[in-house]
């Protein structure tokens, strides 16, 4: 299998990972959020209520991220029955929910003084909001079994099942008529969004990835040695003949 | 294609012989859209403005609670394993179970839909949008229901689980059943909303047996 | 014909067997013997294709039943310990519903019905059959349809001598006609002339 799938290589370079993603992940988030909140000019229609986009956004990239991350990793999970992948799907679960969540409430907070409104069902916050529940359902569905591989391989199917959502959740905006915004980012002709807001959304951004990267590293180092502790046990309890 | 057939008849049979518990998630249906005019007030204004996105929510969860029955008894008899040995692809055995578990819950919803849509005090031009809608949409939810069914095989507290996998994945064909029939109130027209739910359920004919073949053959390892 | 390469399983995170290998040409049986746990129906299962091996191949006609998994389920029958009965039909329709997915032809029910002596049980409803009933009923599969691989895990539990003998019978007429059988027992069902491999717990 690929030379970066063995745990034990895993181990190594997420070991020299880690802490450059920690410091990564504290500096670009107060980079970003002196740019955020201090030096990015205010907005010509929001005024100051707007600087909320940049927490809002970047958490909304990064759960359609990790989501897409996950659907990778359950493909190769269900094909070739990597263990690593599982792991790793698994592990980026609920650290994608917890962006969902902050995507959510905080749009629902800017929607106020945008909108008008905290919440409205239009195409785009429906999406987002099945989007959250697709994570809680995957982590629930993953922990309901007594055997943890097929736990790990019937969440790795609602996984794809529910990636569906992901092209929906994208393309909302424009197949209909939202109260969201369109996007001006990723669009064909190029961001539409001055630079100088364009900049910390970016950091705010490698931010939040840095972070992911790092919870993620955790998680699954905690998951690798919850295992070697399950084999370790079963081992001791069945002597070799 | 006989083993098709033969699949189909059997749960129609195993269905219509089991008697009382295959009617109730209909019956289910019945009580609890009684409640609503006790609940809300007998005002026709308040039953008419909510009484089609009041049909649709208990189908949903109507076509949910019944879920269970598709593959829960197979499995646990060991009729699951005989159907994979079949002459028939896991996904057309799928397609066939599906297909009677609509026929004795989906179906009824939609033969039932203009009584009830009546007793909410719905106007007649609603009533055949609301009845190709669910005509629609109902065998959508059994497909993705099929899913999640499959999925939950064996699996502890799956009768609470279901309504969190499912109901998220229920939530567009709601949302464009009701539409249908307000457009149609308002006389924009619903055909947009039917469209959709049209491709909906040609999508799901093509998708979703795979992907419950896929979760009955990890249910049977 | 069908041969099993250098086979290991686990389950539950241990090791249930490794290192099978056997090879079974036209005509044979292969009896499963040894203590309970310790892998006989995770190696039937193997061989039906319902669990994946985690090492060694299995072959049919030299050919890796992964390849074709689909088409390798519709060459076997399969027993196992559940009964596969559907209690709100009677035993003949029980039967016919297995005629019907075997694509069985003409007469194969009556042939099934008569083998383990259930003619007179045909409108009986599943759920009023005693054990022993429900275990022929089971068994009266393999007649109803023919397939060259009959996988039986503890066919013989629950079942009279008469019954018994039986089942030797039919799988006398699966080894005549060139079928292929590996079955698990403890003993209790006796095959001339069988291949024997033994599990250790």
Same mark, same amino acid.
């Given at each position: 299998?690929?030379?970066?799938?063995?745990?034990?290589?895993?181990?190594?370079?997420?070991?020299?990972?880690?802490?450059?993603?920690?410091?990564?992940?504290?500096?670009?988030?107060?980079?970003?959020?002196?740019?955020?909140?201090?030096?990015?000019?205010?907005?010509?229609?929001?005024?100051?209520?707007?600087?909320?986009?940049?927490?809002?956004?970047?958490?909304?990239?990064?759960?359609?991220?990790?989501?897409?991350?996950?659907?990778?990793?359950?493909? !190769? %999970?269900?094909?070739?029955?990597?263990?690593?992948?599982?792991?790793? =799907? $698994? +592990? &980026? #679960?609920?650290?994608?929910? *917890?962006?969902?969540?902050?995507?959510?409430?905080?749009?629902?907070?800017?929607?106020?003084?945008?909108?008008?409104?905290?919440?409205?069902?239009?195409?785009?916050?429906?999406?987002?909001?099945?989007?959250?529940?697709?994570?809680?359902?995957? !982590? %629930?569905?993953?922990?309901?079994?007594?055997?943890?591989?097929?736990? =790990? $391989? +019937? &969440? #790795?199917?609602?996984?794809? *099942?529910?990636?569906?959502?992901?092209?929906?959740?994208?393309?909302?905006?424009?197949?209909?008529?939202?109260?969201?915004?369109?996007?001006?980012?990723?669009?064909?002709?190029?961001?539409?969004?001055?630079?100088?807001?364009?900049?910390?959304?970016?950091?705010?951004?490698?931010?939040?990835?840095?972070?992911?990267?790092?919870?993620?590293?955790?998680?699954?180092?905690?998951?690798?040695?919850?295992?070697?502790?399950?084999?370790?046990?079963?081992?001791?309890?069945?002597?070799?003949? | 294609?006989?083993?098709?057939?033969?699949?189909?008849?059997?749960?129609?049979?195993?269905?219509?012989?089991?008697?009382?518990?295959?009617?109730?998630?209909?019956?289910?249906?019945?009580?609890?859209?009684?409640?609503?005019?006790?609940?809300?007030?007998?005002?026709?204004?308040?039953?008419?403005?909510?009484?089609?996105?009041?049909?649709?929510?208990?189908?949903?969860?109507?076509?949910?609670?019944?879920?269970?029955?598709?593959?829960?008894?197979?499995?646990?008899?060991?009729?699951?394993?005989?159907?994979?040995?079949?002459?028939?692809?896991?996904?057309?055995?799928?397609?066939?179970?599906?297909?009677?578990?609509?026929?004795?819950?989906?179906?009824?919803?939609?033969?039932?839909?203009?009584?009830?849509?009546?007793?909410?005090?719905?106007?007649?031009?609603?009533?055949?949008?609301?009845?190709?809608?669910?005509?629609?949409?109902?065998?959508?939810?059994?497909?993705?229901?099929?899913?999640?069914?499959?999925?939950?095989?064996?699996?502890?507290?799956?009768?609470?689980?279901?309504?969190?996998?499912?109901?998220?994945?229920?939530?567009?064909?709601?949302?464009?059943?009701?539409?249908?029939?307000?457009?149609?109130?308002?006389?924009?027209?619903?055909?947009?909303?039917?469209?959709?739910?049209?491709?909906?359920?040609?999508?799901?004919?093509?998708?979703?047996?795979?992907?419950?073949?896929?979760?009955?053959?990890?249910?049977?390892? | 014909?069908?041969?099993?390469?250098?086979?290991?399983?686990?389950?539950?995170?241990?090791?249930?067997?490794?290192?099978?290998?056997?090879?079974?040409?036209?005509?044979?049986?292969?009896?499963?013997?040894?203590?309970?746990?310790?892998?006989?129906?995770?190696?039937?299962?193997?061989?039906?294709?319902?669990?994946?091996?985690?090492?060694?191949?299995?072959?049919?006609?030299?050919?890796?039943?992964?390849?074709?998994?689909?088409?390798?389920?519709?060459?076997?029958?399969?027993?196992?310990?559940?009964?596969?009965?559907?209690?709100?039909?009677?035993?003949?329709?029980?039967?016919?519903?297995?005629?019907?997915?075997?694509?069985?032809?003409?007469?194969?029910?009556?042939?099934?019905?008569?083998?383990?002596?259930?003619?007179?049980?045909?409108?009986?409803?599943?759920?009023?059959?005693?054990?022993?009933?429900?275990?022929?009923?089971?068994?009266?599969?393999?007649?109803?349809?023919?397939?060259?691989?009959?996988?039986?895990?503890?066919?013989?539990?629950?079942?009279?001598?008469?019954?018994?003998?039986?089942?030797?019978?039919?799988?006398?007429?699966?080894?005549?006609?060139?079928?292929?059988?590996?079955?698990?027992?403890?003993?209790?069902?006796?095959?001339?002339?069988?291949?024997?491999?033994?599990?250790?717990?």
């Amino acid at each position: 299998m690929h030379k970066y799938a063995n745990p034990l290589r895993y181990q190594r370079i997420a070991d020299a990972v880690f802490p450059w993603t920690l410091a990564g992940a504290a500096i670009f988030t107060v980079v970003g959020l002196y740019y955020a909140l201090l030096a990015a000019p205010p907005d010509y229609q929001q005024g100051e209520a707007y600087r909320i986009m940049f927490v809002h956004v970047p958490a909304a990239w990064m759960a359609l991220m990790i989501y897409g991350m996950m659907a990778v990793a359950s493909i !190769i %999970a269900i094909v070739w029955r990597h263990p690593l992948a599982e792991i790793a =799907a $698994r +592990a &980026a #679960a609920p650290i994608g929910a *917890v962006f969902t969540a902050i995507a959510l409430i905080t749009g629902s907070v800017w929607g106020k003084p945008m909108w008008g409104t905290y919440w409205v069902w239009d195409a785009r916050l429906t999406s987002v909001l099945i989007l959250f529940f697709l994570y809680v359902g995957y !982590i %629930a569905l993953h922990d309901a079994f007594d055997d943890p591989a097929r736990g =790990a $391989r +019937a &969440a #790795a199917i609602l996984c794809l *099942v529910g990636s569906v959502n992901l092209p929906i959740i994208k393309f909302s905006v424009e197949w209909w008529h939202t109260l969201h915004q369109p996007a001006s980012i990723m669009r064909a002709d190029g961001p539409a969004i001055h630079p100088s807001m364009l900049t910390p959304l970016l950091v705010m951004w490698g931010g939040y990835l840095c972070f992911f990267i790092a919870v993620h590293i955790l998680r699954t180092r905690a998951e690798l040695t919850e295992r070697k502790i399950r084999n370790l046990r079963l081992s001791v309890a069945e002597p070799a003949e | 294609m006989a083993a098709f057939v033969a699949i189909l008849g059997r749960d129609l049979r195993l269905g219509l012989r089991s008697g009382v518990d295959s009617a109730q998630p209909l019956i289910f249906f019945v009580i609890a859209l009684t409640l609503f005019p006790l609940g809300v007030g007998p005002a026709p204004e308040i039953l008419e403005r909510i009484g089609v996105g009041v049909i649709w929510v208990l189908a949903l969860l109507a076509v949910m609670l019944s879920l269970d029955r598709l593959f829960q008894a197979d499995a646990e008899d060991g009729s699951l394993e005989q159907l994979a040995l079949a002459d028939l692809p896991l996904e057309l055995t799928v397609l066939a179970k599906c297909l009677a578990h609509w026929l004795m819950s989906g179906l009824v919803l939609v033969i039932a839909s203009p009584l009830l849509a009546l007793l909410l005090h719905q106007s007649a031009e609603t009533i055949s949008v609301l009845a190709l809608a669910l005509l629609l949409g109902t065998p959508v939810l059994t497909l993705i229901g099929s899913i999640g069914a499959a999925l939950l095989i064996g699996a502890r507290r799956g009768g609470v689980l279901i309504a969190l996998l499912v109901l998220p994945l229920y939530i567009p064909i709601l949302i464009f059943g009701v539409s249908a029939v307000e457009a149609e109130v308002m006389g924009l027209g619903g055909s947009a909303q039917l469209l959709i739910l049209g491709a909906t359920l040609l999508a799901a004919l093509a998708l979703a047996p795979f992907a419950a073949a896929a979760a009955l053959r990890l249910s049977m390892e | 014909m069908l041969e099993a390469h250098n086979l290991a399983c686990i389950r539950g995170g241990r090791s249930v067997f490794q290192g099978i290998e056997f090879s079974l040409g036209v005509g044979e049986v292969l009896s499963l013997q040894g203590p309970n746990g310790s892998g006989k129906s995770s190696l039937i299962r193997l061989l039906a294709g319902f669990l994946k091996p985690v090492l060694g191949e299995i072959r049919w006609a030299g050919v890796d039943i992964r390849a074709n998994l689909a088409e390798h389920r519709t060459r076997l029958h399969y027993v196992g310990h559940a009964d596969g009965i559907k209690a709100l039909l009677s035993v003949k329709e029980n039967l016919a519903f297995t005629c019907a997915l075997n694509g069985a032809a003409n007469g194969a029910l009556d042939r099934a019905l008569e083998s383990f002596d259930l003619e007179g049980l045909a409108d009986t409803p599943g759920r009023f059959l005693s054990s022993g009933q429900r275990r022929r009923l089971s068994l009266a599969r393999l007649i109803a349809g023919d397939r060259p691989i009959w996988l039986l895990d503890e066919p013989g539990v629950g079942l009279d001598a008469a019954s018994r003998e039986r089942l030797e019978r039919a799988i006398d007429r699966q080894r005549e006609q060139g079928g292929i059988t590996v079955l698990a027992t403890h003993g209790d069902v006796r095959v001339a002339n069988a291949r024997v491999l033994e599990f250790k717990g």
